[in-house]
């Protein structure tokens, strides 16, 4: 059974920063891990992913702030947000996409609040 455990949201003030982590337990060949972020009464969007090769893609509103990075040995994403804005709130989940036939497996979810 795959689950997938997030850490690392919380309160920060404008300009600050927070990681986010998720690690994926059970065994699974995962293709492309990710954040996705779901702001009070909006979609869940895309934010960031990376794929088994390390190519990395982002939402164009995060560019140059967060960085989406693995750690293939411990089956953890991480999601370094830098340079925070109010409207980056929104609860993060994280998606890695595998198995076999290939599924989306989701998180639990990470509040994330951005607030002075």
């Known amino acids: 059974q795959v689950q997938l455990v997030e850490s690392g949201g919380g309160l920060v003030q404008p300009g600050g920063s927070l990681r986010l982590s998720c690690t994926t337990s059970g065994t699974i060949n995962i293709y492309i891990m990710g954040w996705f972020g779901q702001a009070p009464g909006k979609q869940r969007e895309l934010v960031a992913t990376?794929?088994?090769?390390?190519?990395?893609n982002y939402v164009d509103s995060v560019k140059g702030r967060f960085t989406i990075s693995r750690d293939i040995a411990k089956n953890t994403v991480y999601l370094q947000m830098n340079s925070l804005k109010p409207e980056d709130t929104a609860n993060y989940y994280c998606?890695?996409?595998?198995?076999?036939?290939?599924?989306?497996?989701w998180g639990q979810g990470t509040q994330v609040t951005v607030s002075s």
């Open positions: 998606d890695v996409y595998g198995g076999w036939p290939p599924r989306d497996y």
């Open positions: 990376i794929t088994s090769g390390g190519d990395t």
